[in-house]
């Protein structure tokens, strides 16, 4: 009996034991399937109400022009471009929580609000994208000014870990918020220049760190610095508030010159009117025009958040944007140092440099805020791709060549190469909201921007470690800093980086065609080459017939299409395409 029941009380613990896991199961796929509904839903629908009342800003009073939300996009981003200028309180607050201007940790503040802004982007993201641009922008700027109020704080009371929770917490996640949703309902007023009116709009971004460089000083010298960042939070707050008023979102169908998105449904209907003429394939009702860029004319997919985050495509775009934007970060915030130990007072014989580092500074940020223009207007004339891969092979030889002038004592040459590289790292960041848009479609705009920023995040704060790490290693087994080997062996790991994303972005498929193009049964991979499709081919099984256009190896085949050849392959995939889509549409008379 006492055996019978030790069993029964084992089958007992077992049974209870096997219901909670059940429960546990559950509740981790009720878990899942809230996130995975919370990424698939990513399209605004105002009700006709809000449409109407969206054909006036301003409190109502001004009537919206598509034209209104580029100057008040680059308001914004003046304001938030404020955090680029962090550094002119590094020593103040160092010198008031410390005692020592030279020791101490704010420098750590910056990359929190920079960390939590690419985390907050991808979190908030889908929500931005489904809520009206002005609620999110608002939102945006009133936890940012709550950060800077925390901030004054947190300087007064002379708590660090209080400045970390204000600036670098709060200031941070309403930096992410308004970052996104502004530049992404700016750039859906220009279908046709998406690159253009984003660039202008993430312009205002490098003005601000240029303007507020200069504002923060004087609040230092002439206030305290608890009141200094009152002024601060409250004058972007009132420069903000007056300029969210005049953004608003396109209206539904909205189509500049007659340019409308296409959603899945009517791609598929495009590829069955684009065989019309050589196959026989019924036309749709409606023939749906197509969205172009000014040089690329190709039409743009429209695909679920879920099915873009799922696209090898989308993590190499990610992996290049992170390859583009790693030397500047690094370099921003060590150009002075560099100057002063390679050029200036700290090498072994010291001298003047021969232009002050705050000065070469500045003039980078004006190289930073000049590149989001030039490159995004680039972008739209000759295309995302080729645009993104004109300025990570720039910058793959810039960074080569640095080490050149730092070795030939060029102080001119070393400028230049680095203001060249971050002209390039502003393009970025004034172009890759337009190309996941062309890529993605709008409705995934703000969330694929949203993620792709945590390679701002990775690149600033991980860029920023390994950069002191190595400094610091070669301090420590004797090394001196006016040794040029410390910074050149940063450099060369950040080559690496930059040549990687280069490759990444080689594989990027940017158009319909490249995404859609037919494989052949042994086909390892494809790739377009100055517009033209090369494939790789696996010879283990059955190797395909010889001829003189092919180079045949032991084990791949490469095969570089003409025009004509493709452009028969295409025809044939999507008249084959559209007899499938209506085999599925007819009955089943078997």
């Not at 609000?113 to 009206?132: C, S």
Request: with cysteine; hydrophobic share 45%.
């Amino acid at each position: 009996r006492l055996f019978q029941m030790n069993h029964a009380g084992a089958d007992g613990s077992m049974l209870f034991s096997r219901i909670s896991l059940q429960g546990e199961q559950r509740i981790k796929r009720g878990w899942v399937s809230m996130i995975m509904e919370y990424y698939s839903h990513t399209e605004y629908q105002p009700s006709p109400e809000q449409i109407e009342k969206d054909r006036f800003v301003f409190f109502g009073l001004v009537r919206c022009k598509p034209w209104m939300a580029i100057p008040a996009g680059i308001l914004i981003q003046f304001c938030y471009g404020s955090v680029y200028a962090w550094s002119i309180f590094n020593a103040p607050i160092n010198k008031a929580v410390a005692g020592d201007p030279t020791h101490g940790s704010a420098e750590i503040t910056f990359y929190i609000a920079l960390g939590v802004l690419g985390v907050t982007a991808a979190i908030f993201g889908p929500w931005i994208e489904t809520n009206h641009p002005r609620k999110s922008g608002i939102i945006g700027l009133v936890v940012f000014y709550s950060g800077h109020l925390t901030s004054a704080l947190a300087v007064y009371v002379r708590m660090i870990s209080l400045l970390y929770f204000g600036y670098g917490l709060v200031a941070g996640i309403g930096l992410g918020i308004g970052y996104v949703s502004t530049i992404d309902a700016v750039s859906k007023w220009w279908p046709r220049a998406r690159g253009t009116a984003a660039g202008c709009a993430v312009m205002g971004f490098g003005g601000g760190s240029l303007a507020f460089s200069a504002i923060n000083k004087w609040l230092i010298d002439n206030t305290n610095l608890s009141l200094a960042f009152l002024i601060l939070g409250s004058l972007n707050f009132v420069i903000m508030l007056v300029s969210i008023q005049f953004i608003c979102p396109p209206p539904p169908g909205h189509n500049p010159d007659g340019i409308p998105v296409l959603d899945s449904s009517e791609c598929q209907q495009y590829m069955k009117s684009s065989a019309v003429g050589t196959h026989d394939v019924e036309k749709p009702v409606q023939n749906p025009r197509v969205m172009r860029t000014l040089a690329a004319e190709r039409p743009t997919l429209h695909v679920t958040l879920g099915e873009a985050l799922q696209s090898r495509d989308y993590w190499l775009l990610y992996a290049a944007f992170l390859a583009n934007i790693v030397f500047c970060l690094v370099i921003i915030s060590n150009l002075p140092r560099i100057i002063h130990e390679i050029f200036g007072m700290g090498r072994r014989v010291p001298r003047e440099p021969p232009l002050p580092a705050y000065i070469a500074v500045s003039i980078e940020g004006g190289f930073n805020m000049l590149g989001r223009v030039v490159v995004g207007l680039l972008s739209d004339v000759v295309g995302r791709k080729t645009t993104f891969l004109l300025i990570l092979a720039i910058q793959i030889v810039v960074i080569s060549f640095v080490p050149v002038a730092i070795h030939a004592d060029s102080f001119w040459g070393f400028l230049a190469l680095v203001w060249t590289a971050t002209l390039c790292y502003g393009g970025g960041f004034g172009m890759i909201p337009a190309f996941v848009s062309d890529m993605f479609g709008i409705n995934n705009t703000s969330s694929c921007h949203g993620i792709l920023l945590t390679a701002w995040s990775i690149a600033s704060v991980t860029g920023g470690l390994i950069f002191t790490g190595v400094l610091n290693h070669f301090l420590s087994h004797g090394g001196h800093a006016w040794e040029p080997r410390i910074y050149i062996a940063n450099f060369m790991w950040m080559l690496a980086v930059t040549v990687t994303g280069f490759v990444c972005c080689l594989f990027v498929r940017a158009s319909i065609r490249d995404r859609m193009f037919p494989a052949l049964p042994n086909q390892i991979m494809h790739l377009r080459i100055f517009g033209r499709v090369f494939r790789v081919l696996c010879l283990r099984h059955s190797p395909p017939p010889f001829d003189g256009r092919k180079k045949r190896r032991k084990f791949m085949e490469f095969e570089y299409l003409t025009r004509a050849q493709e452009q028969t392959a295409w025809e044939e995939y999507l008249a084959l395409r559209a007899v499938q889509q209506r085999l599925l549409k007819e009955p089943n008379d078997c």
